[in-house]
């Protein structure tokens, strides 16, 4: 009885969103994940979500601004552009935010001190990176670099702001081409889409200005592969992922496992790594 009466409610969850990450998500939580509930979606497509879930308890389907009042935690999975409309209302209200479209953080620094000031929390999941616990150890003690090589089948490029800009053409290559090398911040604003992965890499170490991103359109290659090198005063280190796309070229299905084992985390009674 005691037990009962001192068990944990389940954390309620509200996705915003619903492509190839968010369907996956909700799929994932409409199975059942221990603590959690699938509160409420934010979608234009009402028939898509109930297609999807099959039958299962259907959340609440409302505008993105509604969102924080069905859940305690909301997950962004839209287009970039969209992180302020799905943030601030999310953070106004106290609740947890976990941001995928992390390089628009870069963009919105205000959303870090509205989370401070309302009692709220952002959130970035590890996504299509390994070995961010090792990065954010490192960054406890002193790191001189950080560099991390992206290659992508050139589909998943085309379109990029920074490609267009430029009139660079990936579409149609024939062999491996290096089309941007700067900062995570230059790429966040030049791949929106597609660099996610190595702002959350410079968030966790030396920032965005000192980390170093180099992208490759290469035609040789099925999966978005990326190659981490650190040095720092504990270890020197190198990561090398190759990840399955999902069925959206830009991202992999390994973010939205992430974005899972994110959450089995905030509930589970046992908690592995930083």
Do not use: Y
Not at 22 to 44: D, K, V, W
Not at 53 to 73: F, N
Not at 100 to 122: M, Q
């Amino acid at each position: 009885m005691l037990a009962a009466m001192t068990a944990t409610p389940n954390l309620r969850v509200a996705i915003a969103g619903f492509g190839a990450i968010g369907r996956s998500l909700a799929a994932a939580l409409a199975a059942g994940l221990p603590g959690l509930t699938l509160a409420a979606i934010a979608s234009r497509d009402p028939q898509n979500v109930r297609a999807v879930l099959k039958g299962a308890a259907e959340p609440a389907i409302v505008p993105i601004g509604e969102l924080p009042q069905h859940a305690d935690l909301v997950v962004e999975c839209a287009p970039a552009a969209m992180l302020p409309q799905i943030a601030v209302p999310a953070l106004e209200a106290g609740r947890s935010l976990v941001v995928l479209s992390c390089g628009a953080l870069l963009e919105h620094e205000e959303l870090v001190s509205l989370a401070k000031e309302r009692g709220g929390r952002i959130l970035v999941p590890t996504g299509a990176l390994l070995g961010l616990d090792a990065v954010l150890a490192a960054a406890e003690g002193r790191i001189s670099a950080v560099t991390m090589t992206s290659r992508k089948p050139p589909a998943g490029l085309v379109g990029a702001p920074f490609l267009v800009a430029n009139g660079i053409e990936v579409a149609g290559i024939e062999e491996p081409r290096c089309v941007f090398e700067g900062s995570a911040r230059e790429a966040a604003r030049g791949f929106p889409a597609n660099v996610n992965v190595a702002v959350a890499l410079s968030l966790a170490g030396i920032g965005p200005d000192r980390t170093r991103i180099a992208i490759w359109a290469d035609p040789t290659i099925s999966r978005n592969t990326h190659l981490i090198e650190v040095e720092s005063d504990a270890a020197d280190f190198s990561m090398r992922i190759a990840g399955v796309p999902s069925e959206n070229p830009r991202t992999g299905r390994i973010t939205a496992q992430s974005v899972v084992a994110l959450l089995r985390k905030l509930r589970a009674p046992l908690a592995v790594g930083t």
